[in-house]
């Protein structure tokens, strides 16, 4: 068969080619320009190096699946995460990844999770108490920071339980935000050198990542001497051996692997929650099914693992919500040698690149694409879909190691904050997506809180 040429796109500058539009903050517009001009694949320049953009599933699917070894993540932006996470289940590639995979995906298994489920009520309960009295005070809330907050806090615990001092984890709450947001900046940054010069903000971040590193170090060190065996994912992490030579992960391998579930276990669900509340306020039916849900399911208790399967609806509601806002907006892939995609010829060496959000409005696979739907997600409707249209996780080998604590940890918190509140975003607020490694509300979003009549 004779293979069709890529649609070239736009030629861009010399030197730089198309670099300054891909890496701004407008870089998804961009994108869907070039989708409505040049369809669903199309070639461009960034700096010397030729790169692509697919926008069909099927395409997609090929990348992450069958040929997903020739589609490696060895591209800048995986390049600076691995400056804060090291080699890591996210990081690495090939028989190194192969192997931490297989060592820590047993305890992401869903049973695994529902171990961790009491844990995460309790600390969304906290969360909620303080509410309570931020309610009474007539505050405003800024709700991407609770977000964030209880996030981290949910994952730090799974982690490591309770060998986190309260000093610790104040520590680690504000160091993370600041770390975030500079590893966001860099990744998108034009030119990585800009990264290296002793300027005060990259002796920041490297700071940060210290301060972080001498945590996770003293609580591996204090955890090998004692004798104690908590239910958390860390004492889990310790006890796995490789399959094949029995070797346990060593302590910076613990550290990479703690580093990794921070990073990766925590902006991402709050930043799905933060839309989530924003769009429930223009959303009464919705908002009504819900609650109805929740006090059917649960009445006045929290739930527990067993309750998961029954709040199918709270479910419904956050996949739709990543479905408009998928957390991760762009996936950078490296094409290691030349290969047939479809019928496309695809040059060794190049980038590939595929957006989540915009293939979640793709309208040749969503009907009304703009329409927020809870009911896209119900059996009949979903079996239909084409298994690769809809990825907030990603797909293939590398999909999301994650993704069953994430939903059960989005369930939770939006059955119990359902339980409780609606959060009436405050008038007039300016709500944008900012569009780096994650999909953030650009301006936080203030909600003030009401108790459920
Ligand atoms: C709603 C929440 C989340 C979203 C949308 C999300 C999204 C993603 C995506 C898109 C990838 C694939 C990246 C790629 O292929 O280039 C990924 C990978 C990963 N995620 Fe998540 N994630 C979420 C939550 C979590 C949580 C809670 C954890 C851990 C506690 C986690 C850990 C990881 C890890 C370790 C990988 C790398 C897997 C591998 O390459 O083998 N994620 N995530």
Known sequence: MKLRVVPLGPKGYPFIGSLLHFASHNRIDWLQSLIDTYGDIVTFKLLKKRAYFI??????????????????????????????LGESTFTSVGDEWKRKRLLVQPYF??????????????????????????????????????MMQVTLQIVVKALFSTALSDEDLQTVGATFPPLLAAT????????QWLSAL??????????????????????????????????????????????????PLTDDELRNEAMTMFIAGHETTANALSWLWSIL????????????????????????????PNLSYCLKVFKETM?????????????????????????????????????????????????????????ESHREQHSF???????GPRICLGNNFALME????????????RLNVVNGAKIEPLMSLTTRPKYGISVRLERRP
């Not at 001498?214 to 958390?232: C, G, L, T, V, Y």
């Not at 249209?389 to 797909?395: E, R, T």
Request: charge should be neutral; aromatic fraction near 10%.
């Open 198 to 247: 002793p300027l005060s903000s990259n002796k920041n971040y490297q700071g940060y990542i210290d301060k972080l590193d001498k945590i996770i170090f003293r609580i591996i060190r204090h955890r090998r001497a004692s004798n104690d065996e908590p239910m958390d994912l860390l004492q889990m992490l310790m006890e796995a051996t490789d399959g094949e030579t029995g070797q």
């Open 109 to 146: 298994h869903k049973s695994q999770i529902a171990i961790l489920s009491n844990l995460m009520t309790e600390t969304i309960e906290k969360m909620l108490a303080q509410w309570e009295t931020d309610c009474d005070a007539g505050k405003v809330i800024d709700l991407t920071d609770a």
């Open 323 to 379: 479905r408009l806002y998928p957390p991760v907006p762009i996936l950078p892939r490296n094409v290691e040698r030349d290969h047939k995609l479809g019928e496309y010829h695809i040059e060794g060496g190049s980038d590939l690149f595929f957006s989540p959000y915009l293939l979640h409005r793709h309208p040749d696979f969503w009907s009304h694409p703009e329409l927020f739907d809870p009911h896209r997600f119900d059996q």
């Open 281 to 308: 306020p223009r959303q009464t039916v919705v908002r009504t099914n819900l609650e109805r849900e929740v006090d059917a399911v649960l009445g006045k208790r929290a739930p527990n693992a067993s309750d998961y």
């Open 410 to 421: 989005a369930v939770f918190i939006t059955a119990m904050v359902t339980q409780k509140f």
């Open 55 to 84: 926008n069909h599933p099927e395409l997609i699917k090929e990348v992450l699946t069958n040929s997903s070894a020739n589609y490696t993540k060895k591209t800048i932006s995986f390049k600076i995460v691995k400056e804060v």
């Open 389 to 395: 249209a809809y990825i907030p996780f990603g797909g």
């Open 184 to 191: 966001n900046r860099r990744a998108i940054l034009p030119f």
